[in-house]
């Protein structure tokens, strides 16, 4: 089992940033690939962000590349999405998650196994 304890969420204004931040515990070592994915009200869970075992890879949504930032430190077993150029569409809960299989990133939600309780983000207009 993986346990995954999203933070960092919060209310902001639209232009503005934050750093969300996913700490991983127990079976660390089942981990590959790590993802972002969101869920805004009335909405379908969707695609965020993943990023690679190494962390050399990434891939993002159309809707927020170039905004958005993943990254991780294997080490501290621990991914981040820096946000910024925030929109008040993407307004949403934010879902950590990774993937015991998947080494490379991927957008498929099937991919991944653990997920977290979620992040609320508010984006003010």
């Known amino acids: 089992q993986v346990q995954l304890v999203e933070s960092g969420g919060g209310l902001v204004q639209a232009g503005g940033s934050l750093r969300l931040s996913c700490a991983a515990s127990?079976?660390?070592?089942?981990?590959?690939?790590m993802g972002w994915f969101r869920q805004a009200p009335g909405k379908e869970r969707e695609f965020v962000t993943s990023i690679s075992s190494s962390g050399s890879s990434t891939y993002y949504a159309d809707s927020v590349k170039g905004r958005f930032t993943v990254s991780r430190d294997n080490a501290k077993n621990t991914v981040y999405l820096q946000m910024d150029t925030l929109k008040p569409d993407d307004t949403a809960v934010y879902y950590c998650t990774v993937s015991p299989l998947y080494t490379g990133p991927t957008s498929l939600a099937s991919a991944y196994y653990y997920w977290g309780q979620g992040t609320s983000v508010i984006i003010s207009s």
């Open positions: 127990g079976r660390t070592s089942s981990i590959r690939a």
